[in-house]
């Protein structure tokens, strides 16, 4: 009986905060709902569009790489074909919060390749260069994490 009741408590204290907001709105009192309006018209869609576009970004440059990769791999003979197999799933080695902060790190503004890049060219700013902290970075970021994914799969 006790290993039976153990997952259970554990899943409880895992959803209270889930069930908390869900009594937030069932309770009689107004201001659960007021609170809940106000961030529906004020910043939810702009969140809920955001998060599409980084799903819909990430599933494209996954299933890209990865398809491309293993088409690659498995159809092509070419010198170091089989370190590449193996390369290929190195990302899987690392946990993404730590790709992401190399990769954060490495291609910033301060970062050793725009240091570089404004060296070599002779600017003192890259304004075309892509901001790293952005949607369009974490695609970048996620998808160089999870492709192993869809190679494996492949």
């Known amino acids: 009986m006790r290993l039976r009741l153990t997952p259970i408590l554990l899943s409880l204290i895992l959803a209270l905060p889930i069930l908390g907001i869900f009594a937030a709105l ?3 009192s ?19 569009w955001t998060t599409l576009w980084l799903a819909i970004g990430v599933a494209w440059g996954v299933a890209s790489m990865g398809i ?3 088409w690659l791999v498995a159809t092509c003979d070419f010198p170091g074909k089989r370190i590449y ?11 993404t919060y730590v ?10 503004f301060s970062g050793p390749i725009q240091t570089f890049l404004r060296d ?13 902290r952005s949607v369009w970075g974490a695609v970048c970021v996620l998808s160089l994490a ?3 994914y869809v190679y494996l799969l492949c």
């Open 120 to 132: 070599l060219l002779g600017v003192s700013k890259l304004d075309w260069f892509p901001e790293p």
């Open 26 to 28: 069932l309770s009689p």
């Open 30 to 48: 107004s201001t659960s709902g007021d609170v809940l309006t106000h961030l529906v018209t004020t910043v939810l869609p702009g969140y809920a």
């Open 146 to 148: 999870l492709y192993p």
């Open 85 to 95: 197999e193996w390369a290929l799933i190195l990302p899987l080695a690392m946990p």
């Open 99 to 108: 790709m992401a902060y190399a990769y954060t790190d490495f291609f910033q």
């Open 68 to 70: 491309i990769t293993a």
